[in-house]
């Protein structure tokens, strides 16, 4: 069955610290895996992620793409309070002879303290 | 360029009824697919529909059925509701078998089953 597994669940720091958060997966026909950011109610979108060791950057935030162990990581640093929220990896797998869907984890809820 | 809307906002319903919720897809998307995210947990998907078809399913028990019109937009039903069925319910589009496009999600509805 396919899984997604996010960890740690949850996670508090102070403004400045820099956080790790990881996602491993097992999913049939593996496409994407993505990283959303989840404040209120629609997640927004944060990073799709392809290829093996090609990091993705966005200001403070990066990610990168581990194939062969099956994993990746999401980095905050600096964070702000502002980066308090449930982030969620997604897994695009599927049929190759139909269309996709994704598999979500559980999220990492962090809370940043001022 | 309008995104993913949802209809309605918020929903009240009692154990037994029925509920359809709606979804019109970010413009120039053509596949629309449903989460059901609980309380603490990630969106687990429920179904996938393109050309008017479900093409995919989750697990989720034939009480949940959806349907997919001409304009792409869809609509979500669920029978004989549970108090287990309370859940923000996700809509995603997407354009199908664009393997470099991420999905689009809409601001989601919350169902309460009382």
């Known amino acids: 069955e396919d899984k997604v597994v996010q960890s740690p669940l949850s996670l508090v720091v102070h403004e400045g610290d820099t956080v790790t958060l990881n996602c491993s997966y097992e999913v049939t026909n593996f496409r994407n895996l993505l990283w959303y950011k989840q404040e209120k109610k629609a997640p927004t979108f944060l990073f799709m992620l392809?290829?093996?060791?090609i990091e993705k950057k966005s200001g403070r935030l990066s990610s990168i793409l581990d194939k062969k162990e099956l994993f990746s990581i999401l980095n905050i640093t600096a964070t702000q309070t502002g980066d308090s929220a449930v982030y969620l990896c997604?897994?695009?797998?599927?049929?190759?002879?139909?269309?996709?869907?994704?598999?979500f984890g559980t999220g990492t809820r962090l809370k940043v303290l001022a | 360029d309008a995104g993913v809307t949802q209809s309605p906002t918020h929903l009240i319903k009692t154990r037994g009824q029925q509920v359809t919720l709606r979804c019109s897809p970010k413009?120039?998307?053509?596949?629309v697919s449903w989460y059901q995210q609980a309380l603490g947990q990630g969106p687990q998907f429920i179904f996938q529909y393109y050309e008017e078809e479900e093409r995919q399913r989750g697990n989720f028990p034939d009480r949940f059925s959806g349907h997919q019109f001409p304009n792409y937009s869809s609509e979500l039903n669920v029978n004989a509701l549970l108090l287990g069925d309370s859940a923000l319910y996700l809509c995603?589009?997407?354009?199908?078998?664009?393997?470099?496009?991420?999905?689009?999600f809409g601001p989601g509805t919350r169902l309460t089953v009382l």
């Open positions: 995603a589009s997407s354009l199908a078998f664009r393997a470099r496009d991420t999905q689009y």
């Open positions: 413009s120039g998307h053509d596949t």
């Open positions: 997604a897994v695009e797998g599927g049929d190759p002879s139909g269309t996709y869907k994704y598999i």
């Open positions: 392809t290829s093996s060791g």
